[in-house]
């Protein structure tokens, strides 16, 4: 495993690998760029099968991160961390708070929040340790509802530019994944009256979908090959992949998970496939602009935190437009989007400012 080679191929500024005897703690935090601000991105606990999928998993959130954030209009760069553990065996108050003492170690170059397998609880321990911590309960709180309104509003958006209405009623939406972004994501669309299919590796999750929302469930090895008019994945990345992409029998894949591509050319099976793709890093958009009203003058407002995230409706019917215009994926035109705005924002820099 060469990390200085992954890190050119990703081009990020700064990569560090976190260890903590005392609380066991193992952790890579992945700064991919600050060109805009301080990288915000949140802290994910997973069982990864080794280090270098861990390493992997970082690096392409935190340049997600860099993407979701420019195209978001937010003036924050691109960062990730993840902690390599099973979230509901290995959680302490030690890991965590060691956790928030490397996080410190970047003086403000990096801003944690809550991810995969963390919560709220887990970042007030990161705060005993730092400053430069988001999602906290006393602030924005836990970013999972707001994430998930922006995907209900980037689903709308699909279905305007795929079927000429957003009407979701009837439709059936098939829902991979039942977590907290997830399950918030099904009352939304549940409340429309679309017909949801949810699906997760975790049964209680399923059990209580079923139970609370009388949605129908498929089991996770088949989910693929549910016939719906919108695939919506909620759940870890990659799930776009040379094994999946013939098994899919949808018109729309629009959902909260990152790094939904295993590699940018699958955006051009989909399109050749004749199914819209709403690019991961604009829809999933949310929650970190949830977090980064907390940042802003006059404190956190969650009324302007969901009249922002509804603003991804907009947001995807320029990059559908874009990749019309330039006959291109609209994968690429996201990219083309935020790379645009990287790019004009720090030109600023060559004038000199006293702030």
């Known amino acids: 495993m060469n990390v200085f080679e992954r890190m050119a191929s990703f081009e990020h500024e700064q990569v560090s690998f976190c260890y903590d005897e005392v609380s066991g703690l193992k952790a890579i935090i992945a700064i991919h760029s600050t060109a805009l601000g301080p990288a915000l991105g949140g802290?994910?606990?997973?069982?990864?099968?080794?280090?270098?999928?861990?390493?992997?998993?970082?690096?392409?959130?935190?340049?997600?991160?860099?993407?979701?954030?420019?195209?978001?209009?937010?003036?924050?760069?691109?960062?990730?961390?993840?902690?390599?553990?099973?979230?509901?065996?290995?959680?302490s108050e030690q890991l965590f708070r060691a956790f928030g003492r490397f996080v410190d170690s970047f003086g403000g170059r990096y801003i944690t929040a809550e991810d995969v397998g963390t919560a709220?609880?887990?970042?007030?321990y990161v705060k005993m340790e730092t400053d430069y911590v988001a999602?906290?309960?006393?602030?924005?709180?836990?970013?999972?509802?707001?994430?998930?309104?922006?995907?209900?509003?980037?689903?709308?958006?699909?279905?305007?530019?795929?079927?000429?209405?957003?009407r979701l009623r009837g439709?059936?939406?098939?829902?991979?994944?039942?977590?907290h972004v997830g399950m918030n994501l099904v009352r939304h669309l549940v409340d429309e009256g679309a017909r949801v299919v949810?699906?997760?590796?975790?049964?209680?999750?399923?059990?209580?979908?079923?139970?609370?929302?009388?949605?129908?469930?498929?089991?996770p090895q088949k989910v693929y090959d549910v016939e719906c008019d919108i695939f919506a994945p909620c759940a870890l990345g990659a799930v776009i992949n040379d094994n999946t992409i013939d098994r899919f029998r949808c018109s729309v894949i629009a959902g909260a998970a990152n790094n939904q591509l295993e590699e940018p050319r699958h955006a051009e099976l989909l399109e050749k496939r004749g199914i819209l793709y709403a690019p991961d890093f604009v829809i999933n958009a949310g929650g970190v602009v949830n977090c980064s009203v907390e940042f802003e003058s006059g404190g956190y407002d969650r009324n302007k935190a969901y009249s922002k995230a509804s603003m991804i409706y907009d947001r995807l019917m320029q990059i559908f437009e874009i990749a019309q215009r330039e006959k291109t994926t609209t994968h690429k035109a996201a990219e083309l989007l935020a790379e645009d705005r990287i790019r004009k924002v720090t030109g600023l820099k060559r004038i000199w400012s006293a702030r």
């Open 135 to 166: 999602g906290l309960r006393q602030t924005s709180g836990d970013p999972s509802p707001v994430t998930a309104f922006g995907v209900y509003r980037g689903i709308k958006a699909c279905a305007k530019w795929k079927f000429g209405n957003e």
């Open 171 to 179: 439709r059936t939406i098939v829902v991979q994944g039942l977590g």
């Open 43 to 91: 802290c994910r606990m997973w069982t990864y099968e080794d280090d270098e999928a861990a390493l992997k998993d970082a690096l392409r959130l935190s340049r997600g991160m860099t993407y979701k954030n420019a195209a978001a209009g937010l003036n924050l760069g691109g960062g990730k961390a993840v902690i390599i553990g099973d979230p509901r065996r290995e959680k």
């Open 120 to 124: 709220c609880e887990d970042m007030e």
């Open 198 to 219: 949810g699906s997760d590796v975790f049964q209680d999750r399923v059990q209580a979908a079923v139970e609370e929302l009388k949605i129908e469930s498929v089991e």
